[in-house]
């Protein structure tokens, strides 16, 4: 059984499906938003609207009993809180980590989509960037 039919099977269908269609339009909009990062005029926007989509994730992954997905975006979110602190522009290193962090998260929407187990998260991830240029 695959992580769709386990959510299915344990909460509401409706719950699911709002879950997914969120889920993907966010995933979908990652990656712009850390382009954007590196645009000194968008940062303030860009930083914000992805800690609030990391904080999203993380709470509705929490509801949902997705614990993976939910620690990984807890721990985005803290990185993206100190990155909040920052002067724009951000690191090449962070761009590149943040696009890693990105395509994690649309690894699992494709394990949504084909109903496989939830692809273990890359340990690469776990190692934080230098923040500072």
Do not use: C
């Amino acid at each position: 059984m695959g992580v769709r039919s386990d959510l299915d099977a344990n909460f509401d269908f409706e719950i699911v499906d709002e879950f997914l269609d969120h889920y993907s339009m966010m995933v979908e909009s990652m990656e712009v938003m850390i382009i954007d990062l590196e645009k000194p005029n968008s940062y303030d926007r860009s930083i914000n609207e992805l800690f609030r989509v990391f904080h999203n994730i993380k709470s509705a992954s929490g509801y949902l009993q997705i614990t993976q997905m939910a620690k990984l975006s807890s721990f985005i979110e803290d990185e993206l809180e100190e990155l909040r602190k920052a002067k724009p522009p951000i690191s090449e290193e962070t761009t590149t980590w943040l696009l890693d962090v990105s395509d994690m998260y649309a690894t699992w929407q494709e394990d949504f989509k084909l109903d496989n187990v939830l692809t273990h998260i890359r340990y690469s991830l776990l190692k934080i960037p230098d923040l500072d240029k």
